[in-house]
């Protein structure tokens, strides 16, 4: 199917996949002998997960370290780069925002002096 068709297919827009082949989220799809893209339905399933886990809070960097892993995942359920790894980080990343926004919150919230 051509971009747009593959774009509709997953819920995304054609920037939206042309920007995740620019990233390295997703391989280089076949080309007609125009130079049109060509996806496959399994390329559709990698993008829709693609956007499920930049939905769920990783982001463009954390994917494109283990996007050539990505795939697996459509077959094998686990988190895509394992314990330790991508997700673990993410957390981390998270947690210490949580923190220094409650901080944030509790010295806007203290009465004036």
Do not use: H, N, W
């Not at 391989?27 to 559709?44: H, K």
Request: proline share 7%; with cysteine.
């Amino acid at each position: 199917m051509k971009i747009g068709e593959a774009a509709a297919a997953a819920g995304a827009t054609p920037r939206a996949l042309r920007f995740y082949e620019a990233r390295g989220l997703l391989a280089a799809p076949a080309r007609t002998a125009a130079g049109q893209r060509l996806y496959t339905s399994r390329d559709v399933a990698v993008i829709r997960l693609i956007r499920e886990l930049l939905a769920q809070g990783l982001t463009v960097e954390d994917l494109r370290e283990c996007a050539a892993r990505l795939p697996m995942l459509l077959t094998v359920p686990r988190p895509p780069c394992g314990p330790g790894g991508i997700v673990d980080r993410r957390i981390a990343v998270l947690t210490a925002e949580i923190s220094r926004l409650t901080a944030l919150r509790d010295a806007l919230a203290e009465p004036a002096a």
